[in-house]
């Protein structure tokens, strides 16, 4: 049995076509079909099959469509393998439609779906080294086309959102079917074709490139230019562009009548004439949202005027690649000569990739595929940059370790846009290269709603409107939290998102948030990546993070913590803020609520409790010390006499000392009185500074946020 969705949906047995009902019904097939072997969420089929506004029973209809695939697909299944066992043709394993968890999943051999086996060809044909060989497999997977994708079965809206990547992919191989054909000098046959393609697709400037050629090829020169003269007048209206470097040179080979362009297929393989223009951005997030504000920043790169290069940095989680990798697709019109994209790994568990295993990855890339890249780096870096010079291209440098690995992989023209994505600042590219700077902040809460929708259906969300909020909170806005949350109520994991919302508030919160049977996808994971990249004593500063119960607390009560000088203090303090497990505002240090939780279980599995509780009472004392310096502000009787010489405090010093630290304060207490081995002079002193400051006063102190003491 053979499943079709490139052309109407179908199902095949035996020569024969299945019956598969109405269009939604189809739909609903040609969904599981695009992802076999994988759960599909219902609210995903029901935002399908409705978009906005989709009716009460719409979950009731679906699981009625899936019901009727599941009877059709058993039967011809069964007829198909009665068939077949009289010839003794071997079947290719189970086909059925089960459901899992919040979804359902089409168990089939994908080698049966034709979509399947389109980018299966593809693959072969990007790595032949034969050129013929390279063109019969491109043919071959051409062929399987049958008309648009999901012809029968999707609005325009809906097919372009499944069918965008599989769209791109067949333009991409139509391209590099061309660029053979001519290269074995299959001219004149092609030119029909050419100006079809060019006619339909009139900014993908290979096509106008490849009907050029053909055109100069059949004696057509004047026509050549002609085609030329008019994608420039068509780009510069529509798009404010010039051609590409490899249109422009194409044009400038025929009005000198260059012989190169009769070359030797073997020549133009080797880049005589075609520019390679490679295209290797990893598939865009389907379900991207929000990040309107950092889309704009990034759409600014490629203005005029604007620095080529930015770093986009962030806490492990938060985005970066998706937010960068997202963007560079949205403005695809705007890099007419490519999309260069290289996992520099520098926070993965292996080795990071050095820069000259990344130049020779872009350089064959760029076309420079049998040719020696030098071994030295300097010449690899400015052959790489001669490359790309005058070419716009977009290159995304993803997850660099340090600015020495991203160096040598900028280019040295100022039509290419670099964007750099790295867990630290990499504040030398600023400095140096002059590039701006990305911080990449955790989700807006409508964003977090958003994703959560965009997951796991509008109607479960609106089933439990209170739990997905409080599921954001809980995740603290972080995309990487929220994938993860998300995932676990799709699989069944948790029951529903009350259940996971509920579980992570009471639970081990790392723990919920990690997918099940892989210790390596979990929030936890992608911060000890982070953690294990820092020197011993900025670790252990990282874990007596742990021991602070508030959420921001002052810079200076550091050194108290740890035991050690301010000095010592502020050079390990670099270190997490470079890496964005702590942030520095107005004075104040703080974490993320996950990176505290990591933080305390590392103190938990590292320190001893004798050492946790000694930088407890230090911090219990270097708080102790400064609310007495400021009760003595207040005026209050309570207060111990000021040593003699020494300077008062304002009383608005000691009002706003007070309101900056009444919560840390309060958390203080209580989590020292939770541990009866501190319970000492110096705490019981501070709780009665409390009492003194807000409650004796007349003052009640709530249990979180700032209050006015006077």
Excluded at 86 to 108: K, P, Q, T
Excluded at 120 to 131: C, G, K, P, V
Excluded at 151 to 177: F, I, K, M, Y
Excluded at 688 to 701: D, N, V
Aim: hydrophobic fraction near 45%.
């Amino acid at each position: 049995m053979e499943f079709r969705v490139l052309g109407p949906v179908q199902v095949r047995a035996n020569g024969r076509s299945i019956t598969l009902g109405e269009r939604k019904q189809r739909l609903v097939l040609a969904a599981l079909l695009l992802e076999p072997n994988r759960l599909v969420p219902v609210g995903r089929l029901v935002d399908l099959l409705w978009r906005e506004s989709p009716p009460s029973s719409a979950r009731r209809i679906v699981q009625a469509h899936l019901s009727r695939l599941r009877t059709i697909l058993t039967r011809a299944a069964a007829e198909s393998a009665a068939e077949s066992a009289g010839d003794g043709s071997a079947g290719r394993g189970e086909i059925a439609v089960i459901r899992r968890g919040a979804g359902y999943e089409l168990v089939c051999d994908p080698d049966r779906i034709d979509a399947h086996r389109f980018r299966a060809l593809l693959d072969r044909a990007w790595h032949s080294d034969d050129l013929r060989e390279k063109l019969r497999l491109l043919r071959q997977a051409l062929a399987l086309w049958q008309g648009p994708a999901l012809a029968d079965a999707a609005t325009d809206e809906v097919r372009d959102e499944l069918c965008r990547g599989l769209n791109e992919a067949r333009l991409a191989a139509l391209e590099e079917r061309f660029d053979a054909e001519l290269r074995l000098g299959h001219d004149r046959r092609l030119i029909d074709e050419l100006i079809d393609m060019t006619a339909r697709h009139p900014f993908r400037q290979r096509f106008t490139g490849f009907l050029m050629l053909a055109l100069y090829r059949a004696g057509r020169a004047a026509e050549a230019l002609t085609v030329y003269s008019r994608a420039r007048q068509l780009l510069n209206t529509e798009l404010g562009l010039e051609p590409s470097a490899e249109l422009k040179q194409i044009q400038v080979s025929i009005l000198r009548e260059d012989p190169a362009l009769f070359g030797h297929p073997a020549d133009r393989a080797a880049g005589a004439v075609a520019v390679a223009v490679p295209s290797q951005l990893p598939a865009d997030v389907p379900d991207f949202v929000g990040r309107l504000r950092e889309l704009r920043w990034l759409d600014g790169l490629a203005g005029a005027g604007a620095p080529p290069v930015a770093v986009v940095t962030g806490v492990a989680g938060v985005g970066k690649t998706a937010l960068t990798v997202h963007w560079a697709h949205r403005r695809a019109d705007r890099f007419p000569d490519g999309q260069l994209y290289v996992d520099l790994r520098g926070h993965a568990a292996g080795p990071p990739v050095s820069p000259a295993e990344a130049l020779t990855s872009m350089l064959r890339a760029l076309g420079a595929a049998g040719q020696p890249v030098p071994a030295d780096l300097a010449s690899a870096a400015a052959l790489y940059r001669t490359a790309v010079a005058g070419r716009r291209l977009v290159v995304v440098l993803d997850d660099a370790s340090t600015a020495e690995q991203v160096r040598p992989l900028l280019p040295g023209s100022p039509s290419c846009t670099v964007v750099v994505t790295s867990r630290s600042r990499l504040d030398s590219l600023v400095a140096r290269e002059g590039a701006r700077q990305l911080d990449l902040g955790v989700l807006a809460e409508d964003e977090a709603h958003d994703l959560i929708r965009h997951i796991c259906g509008a109607g479960p969300v609106r089933a439990a409107r209170g739990a997905a909020a409080s599921l954001a909170s809980l995740c603290g806005y972080l995309p990487l939290a929220l994938r993860i949350a998300t995932t676990n109520v799709l699989t069944g994991r948790h029951a529903g998102i009350a259940d996971c919302a509920a579980r992570i508030a009471t639970g081990d919160r790392l723990a919920e948030l990690q997918l099940a049977g892989d210790e390596g996808a979990g929030v936890a994971a992608a911060l000890a990546r982070s953690y294990a990249g820092l020197t011993g004593p900025a670790r252990q500063l990282f874990r007596m993070f742990g021991v602070v119960p508030g959420s921001y607390c002052p810079v200076e009560a550091l050194p108290a913590l740890t035991g050690t000088s301010a000095e010592l203090t502020d050079r390990q303090l670099y270190q997490l803020t470079d890496v964005h497990l702590v942030e520095q505002r107005d004075g104040r240090i703080g974490m993320h609520p996950l990176v505290r939780c990591y933080a305390e279980r590392r103190l938990v599995e590292e320190d001893g409790p004798d050492l946790r509780r000694q930088a407890m009472r230090r911090l219990v004392r270097w708080y102790l010390e400064r609310a007495e310096a400021a009760l003595q502000g207040l005026g209050s009787p309570a207060a111990p006499e000021r040593p003699a010489g020494e300077s008062p405090v304002p009383r608005a010093s000691a009002q706003a000392w007070f309101r900056a630290e009444q919560s840390n304060l309060v958390a203080l207490v209580l989590r020292a009185l939770a541990d009866p081995a501190l319970i000492a002079p110096p705490l019981q002193r501070l709780a009665e500074i409390l009492y003194t400051a807000y409650f004796r006063r007349g003052r009640p102190l709530p249990a979180a946020g700032p209050a006015p003491v006077d």
